[in-house]
């Protein structure tokens, strides 16, 4: 008899056990899937969705800048809002109205109430559906998938009280800025003031949605250049010494910009230390991108075995590879000056260019020359003209572009890490400086450029520039053509 009671009890278990699991996957399910709507909000279309994390809270996605992050709540449910795209006439009508904001702003809040409210149920009801249909077909009696069904609506009750018990309106002051917004926190304006309670939270809204749809009117009046199939993007990137907010930048361009190939010109740390070494775990946080890496100043021969060491690193040193195509020549620099104090550092510039003239001597003929060459220094580049129709470099902590006499493009990036913490020796800090460049994939000749201009440390700011190139050369016989418009003066 108690074998069989025993029997019986472990049966039911069981039984009881997989129809809460089948409710608790049949909810979680549902909520994936049916918890995600298109919702306008103001001048703006967003979508909303769920996901799953133990954290908890919101992700305000806002493309091509980034996120920021809200501790909103607890639990294993997180609320995903994204601006997709702007309606022009909407937006333009709100712009040229001054009195928009304090109409706007009652709007945003009834708009995501609604939106969210109706993905709210629409995520319950294919959770319930789901859970119902799972223990029917399981069981083949509706008792059972009546009694699923029971334990997806606790589920889902139970996380909709987790949430509710530990809900912050705070948690709006106080967001995680991640991407190109964690360099421009203006863009949903000070919350440190503008936020004092939570039913100020929809004036925040109506002020981000007002700041975002005037960032995306003013980059609408850049030159027409629209990125196609036939396009290579590649991201030149240099000096970021250690600055470890240049990752989430170059990280968001990447996502964004879908960025096939990233060159860096070197200077990836301050002294070439050992413990600066990890540093360059980074490169594999970018994912499958290649990134083409030559040796700064400020990196010892450590420093590029530690890039090396990444899966989708590519380490140029006198030698040349062809990346999604694209022939690359790169060579570190022969310094090595982490602290200014090493003899390397009185190499003058023309012991730098005549070091410059034996790399680029076995080149020049070549039956196949490089598209573009990677090298620092600007000095030991300069006898590359002719060589090949681009040259990237670094070093100086100042963007400008260059034709040289042969007609060969000098490309020098600024500081992508904002000089590092050597910014803050300067009344002024150092931009934070990098381009995406556009080559037609079939000729391999830059087409076109934008640069991106970040406030240094202390300061809030964001400037895209775009620039065409007039007759750009191909890369066998470069020619020489009229400087296209650029951020800073030639180079002297």
């Known amino acids: 008899m108690k074998r069989l009671l025993h029997r019986l009890f472990n049966r039911r278990t069981a039984r009881w056990s997989s129809l809460v699991l089948i409710g608790v996957v049949g909810a979680l399910t549902g909520l994936l899937l049916g918890g995600r709507i298109q919702t306008p909000v103001g001048p703006a279309d967003a979508s909303l969705s769920f996901s799953l994390s133990w954290e908890g809270g919101t992700v305000v996605d806002v493309p091509p800048l980034g996120s920021l992050k809200l501790d909103s709540h607890s639990g294993p449910v997180v609320l995903n809002a994204q601006i997709s795209q702007l309606r022009p006439s909407a937006t333009e009508s709100f712009l040229n109205d001054p009195n928009a904001v304090d109409e706007l702003s009652k709007t945003i809040t009834d708009q995501l109430r609604h939106g969210l409210v109706w993905m709210a149920v629409r995520g319950a009801l294919v959770g319930f559906a789901l859970a119902f249909l799972i223990a029917l077909l399981v069981y083949r009696a509706w008792r059972p998938a009546v009694a699923a069904l029971t334990a997806a609506a606790v589920t889902l009750s139970a996380f909709g009280v987790v949430a509710w018990l530990t809900f912050r309106p705070s948690s709006v002051a106080e967001p995680r800025y991640t991407g190109l917004l964690a360099n421009a926190p203006q863009l949903v304006g000070d919350v440190q003031t503008v936020v004092q309670r939570f039913d100020e939270y929809r004036g925040m809204l109506a002020k981000l949605v ?51 190939v990233i060159i860096d010109t070197g200077d990836l740390t301050d002294h070439g230390s050992r413990a600066e070494d990890r540093f360059a775990d980074n490169i594999e946080t970018l994912g499958d991108v290649p990134y083409v890496f030559v040796r700064g100043n400020h990196d010892s021969p450590g420093t590029q075995k530690a890039v090396a060491k990444n899966k989708n690193a590519i380490v140029l040193d006198g030698t040349t590879q062809t990346v999604k195509g694209l022939r690359i020549y790169g060579a570190g620099d022969p310094r090595f000056t982490p602290d200014k104090t090493t003899e390397d550092d009185s190499m003058t510039p023309e012991a730098l260019q005549a070091e410059g003239e034996k790399l680029a001597a076995p080149l020049r003929g070549a039956p196949d020359p490089p598209h573009v060459a990677a090298i620092h220094d600007g000095n030991q580049a300069r006898p590359f003209d002719g060589v090949t129709p681009l040259i990237l470099s670094g070093h100086s902590h100042n963007r400008k572009t260059e034709l040289l006499p042969h007609g060969t493009r000098l490309f020098v990036q600024g500081s992508t890490g904002g000089a590092g913490l050597r910014s803050l020796e300067h009344e002024t800090p150092t931009k934070i400086e990098l381009s995406l460049l556009y080559f037609n994939r079939e000729t391999l000749a830059l087409q076109a450029w934008d640069d991106f201009t970040l406030g240094g440390l202390g300061e809030q700011s964001v400037q895209v520039e775009r620039h065409l190139t007039s007759t750009p050369p191909t890369a066998a016989t470069p020619t020489s053509e009229s400087p296209a418009p650029a951020s800073a003066p030639p180079a002297p």
């Open 210 to 260: 007002g700041n975002v749809s005037e960032l995306y009117a003013t980059t609408s009046t850049l030159p027409i250049y629209e990125p196609d199939p036939d396009t290579l993007r590649v991201l030149h990137i240099s000096d970021i010494h250690l600055n470890p907010i240049a990752w989430d930048v170059i990280r968001s361009i990447t996502t964004q910009f879908q960025v096939e």
